[in-house]
């Protein structure tokens, strides 16, 4: 067969998934390798209590890269509305914030304090509005803590940026990148978080997200792709095919300093009067293990009972490290659990599990893009290779994103572009803002 009717997509996540299929569209004969036994990468679900979860909380919000949605039509998408909960000292406010009921739920004198500490910033009002811009100017990374404070204050950063960085990362937030302030913290300039209307719904599959996985290999399967599971990929199998890899780029690319901090799922089954109709809490203090506590009965009811609930538990592994047993602090975590009124009354856990991520959130450390590209660019100089994806790019993004870096690649190389010239392209997508 022709070089250019054949091509190798690496990795059977949403990602790998959709460059097959897309590929697979333009009558080219695609072979795709993945490494694990099962498909769906950070999709795949857990199965646990008689239900396949999600592997934290997932969702697609009313902005998403339209491909994502074109792409699985048939999943039966169901549009929600927002009930979070941030939880901050102690107190519950709304989230997606509003700004009356954030002001009231926070307390006057914090308040008071915050908007002081942004006021007597130098050029506050022009540093703030310019937020998204000079966060993307990294020529000279001056770091996560010194970009933050001089945009918000020093009160806005400790009692928001500061732990939920110390939480996530465990390293000291002067020596995380400024691009971290787009990331999982806020999710970008706090006035957007606040004013931002279209992030108070979100969509999400009647049967999880577990279930665009299965359609979308499925659709492979229907389109001829060969899917090798259990399946490891070397760069000598590329044999000079064009190849779009969504494996970790730091697997491939030797001494790379790319590497990441990984995630604990605790998985909980509690009596349902134990809980009120939220479908995440957000903690971003450090007086709590977990960043993030989420419903899946909120998100479809096809993943409850009518008495019982479950509750997915993220702690981030942070100063952990990745041999800590959660299940056997189950009482300290339904202690913080109550303590934080996630759980309204006591109950006992009617079952556990824990399952750990491992390379969930890429390390940010200072000037950390220049060793993403230096990893890319070692790639494009042993192939026709093309990497996309979360993991084959290090990004922090949505599976919509993830899906659109797929189809960039694709058209990338059917139109002749080079992989030294994806390289260049690729810079583009370290802008994407995370939404939560």
């Known amino acids: 067969m022709k070089e250019q009717n054949s091509a190798i997509v690496v990795g059977a996540g949403i990602t790998g998934l959709t460059a097959a299929l897309l590929l697979s569209k333009k009558n080219i004969s695609v072979t795709l390798y993945e490494s694990d036994s099962v498909h769906g990468g950070m999709l795949a679900p857990v199965c646990f209590d008689g239900f396949e979860l999600d592997r934290g909380s997932h969702r697609v919000h009313p902005e998403a890269h339209p491909l994502l949605l074109k792409l699985t039509a048939e999943a039966d998408w169901r549009h929600k509305e927002r009930r979070g909960t941030l939880i901050l000292n102690r107190r519950r406010l709304p989230y997606p914030l509003d700004p009356i009921r954030f002001i009231a739920g926070l307390g006057f004198l914090s308040s008071i304090s915050m908007a002081y500490g942004w006021l007597r910033r130098p050029n506050a ?19 996560f803590e010194s970009f933050v404070v001089r945009r918000v204050g020093r009160s806005a950063y400790r009692r928001f940026y500061e732990p939920y960085a110390r939480k996530v990362w465990g390293i000291e937030p002067k020596d995380l990148s400024q691009t971290v302030a787009k990331q999982r913290v806020s999710t970008t300039n706090p006035a957007q978080s606040i004013f931002k209307k279209s992030q108070r719904q979100f969509l999400y599959p009647a049967s999880g997200m577990s279930s665009l996985i299965e359609l979308l290999r499925k659709k492979n399967e229907d389109a001829g792709v060969q899917i090798n599971l259990d399946t490891p990929f070397k760069l000598s199998d590329a044999e000079n095919k064009p190849t779009f890899y969504t494996g970790h780029l730091h697997s491939v690319v030797p001494d790379s300093q ?64 990745a041999q800590q047993d959660f299940t056997k602090q189950a009482q300290e975590l339904v202690h913080q659990l109550r303590d934080a009124k996630i759980l309204k009354t006591p109950g006992p856990i009617l079952d556990i599990r824990q399952v750990f991520l491992p390379q969930v959130y890429p390390m940010y450390r200072r000037d950390w893009v220049h060793e993403q590209r230096r990893a890319l660019m070692y790639l494009a100089q042993r192939g026709k290779i093309y990497p996309c994806g979360r993991q084959g790019l290090f990004l922090h993004c949505n599976m919509d994103q993830a899906v659109a870096t797929a189809e960039a690649a694709v058209k990338h190389y059917l139109s002749g572009g080079s992989p030294m010239s994806w390289v260049t392209q690729c810079q583009n997508f370290a802008d994407f803002r995370v939404r939560d």
Request: glycine fraction near 8%; charged fraction near 30%; include cysteine.
């Open 258 to 321: 790319l590497s990441y901090r990984g995630l604990y799922l605790v998985y909980l089954v509690v009596e349902q009067k134990c809980l009120d109709d939220t479908d995440t809490w957000y903690a971003p203090e450090t007086r709590y293990w977990f960043g993030r506590v989420s419903q899946p009965a909120q998100f479809s009811e096809l993943l409850g009972r009518p008495e019982q609930r479950i509750l997915c538990v993220e702690i981030p592994e942070g100063n952990w490290g």
């Open 125 to 143: 009002l022009r540093q703030t509005v310019r937020w998204e811009k000079e966060r993307k100017e990294v020529a000279v990374d001056e770091g």
